[in-house]
């Protein structure tokens, strides 16, 4: 009887666990995403859940590191910034072509959260530190490869 109560705490344990400190998100597949010469490693968030949760509660997200958000379809797009602890590049992507950038969106200070929209209909979207567009000169029109 105390193996199977041994056991049971154990499971308990090993799933409360997984249930996902902010800190350390769940793994899921990762791609690598270009944009002319610049290039990141992404998380991919394809499931309602994943794209609701993307990169909130997450203290920073490294260098060459992104999220990239996959849709079935090609709608527009509105996102907030609940949860960001850090500021971040947004690219609007639409068969493997950037529609439009929102650069260096800011850390919600309190108050509504603003939505940031894609103004066009977009099946990606690629979520990376705040700087990047910037520094690698993305923009409109830009092709995107996913491998």
């Given amino acids: 009887m105390r193996a199977v109560i041994a056991i049971a705490a154990t499971t308990i ?6 249930c996902g400190s902010s800190e350390r998100p769940q793994a899921r597949r ?3 995403v270009r944009i002319g ?3 990141v490693l992404a998380e991919v968030a394809a499931g309602a859940d994943a794209r609701r949760q993307g990169l909130s509660g997450r203290a920073r997200l490294a ?3 992104g999220m990239l958000f996959v849709y079935r379809d090609s709608a527009e797009r509105a996102y907030w910034m609940k949860g960001m602890r850090f500021p971040i590049d947004i ?3 639409d068969r493997g072509r950037v529609t439009g950038v929102e650069r260096d969106v800011p850390v919600p200070a ?3 959260l603003p939505l940031y929209s894609s103004g066009a209909p977009v099946d990606r979207v690629l979520e990376v530190r705040a700087g990047w567009a910037a520094r690698h000169h993305v923009g409109r029109g830009d092709r995107v490869a996913v491998r």
């Fill in 13 to 18: 344990g090993l799933a409360l666990g997984a």
């Fill in 30 to 32: 990762t791609v690598e």
């Fill in 37 to 39: 010469a610049a290039h």
């Fill in 63 to 65: 260098e060459g590191r």
């Fill in 91 to 93: 690219v609007w992507i």
């Fill in 110 to 112: 309190g108050g509504p």
